[in-house]
């Protein structure tokens, strides 16, 4: 891919709808379900796509802190008593292609920003960085395309590109927050988006969902990065063992050890 063509991806895939309902590029996201089995990754190419009340929040929260120019259009706020009934069906009608959120939730999402801009370190990357930014790469030499959209890009004085994904969490405290990123994949993540926007260092910048909102703001290590690079690997010749050269079949894949 010449640099003319990756430029016009990257601009195309600006667009929300455009990145997210391409199948052509792997994402981070992609390699998660892949994790899980080829055949969770087939259902997404099918078009099951999964929703739930975490993932809705955790997006309206994004849109409110790194784009709060599209909030209007994106999210919608509930402000009835009951999900049930007359109203909260046409609430959904007339929302069909918007976050939905209830007023209890905008109140803990104003209460979570207002936390996030507490610590300055914190804010000093998140308000002078580039956000959702587009790369659209190969991943090390494997000839297998991928795409990545991140949080936030920030070049600092030296001209260093430090990326920052913003992570909504149960527990901020170092020993949990490492767990649950092992558990959730976020080593993966960090190598994935480091290698691909060809980035000097990757962090998270974590807060959680519930009062008095602590915060944390993380630096992968490299034997973190590296993890996850290994992982990733693996998942490159399993998705290219299914899904390009198709040695396998998607339907076959089961489950073979001891326990």
Sequence with gaps: MDNKEKLKLEL??????????DTDYITNSMLSLLNKSPQHLEMHFL????ESPALNFGKAFHTFVLEPE???DEVAVFTG????????????????SKTIISQSELQKITGMRRRLCTPPETWEFIE??????????????SGILCKGKVDCLYTDENGRRILIDVKTTQDASPTAFKRSAYKYGYHRQASFYKEGFNADEFWFAVIEKDSPYRTGLYKCSDEFLQNGRVEINNLMV??????IDEIYDVNDFHFNSEI
């Design 12 to 21: 195309e895939f600006e667009d929300d709808n455009k990145y997210y309902d």
């Design 47 to 50: 078009g099951h796509r999964q």
């Design 238 to 243: 399993l998705y290219r063992d299914y899904f």
């Design 81 to 96: 008593k009951s999900k049930r009934g007359k109203d909260w069906t046409q609430f959904q009608e007339d929302n069909n």
């Design 128 to 141: 002078n960085s580039d956000h959702e930014v587009v790369s659209v790469f190969e991943w090390d030499d």
């Design 70 to 72: 599209k909030w209007k």
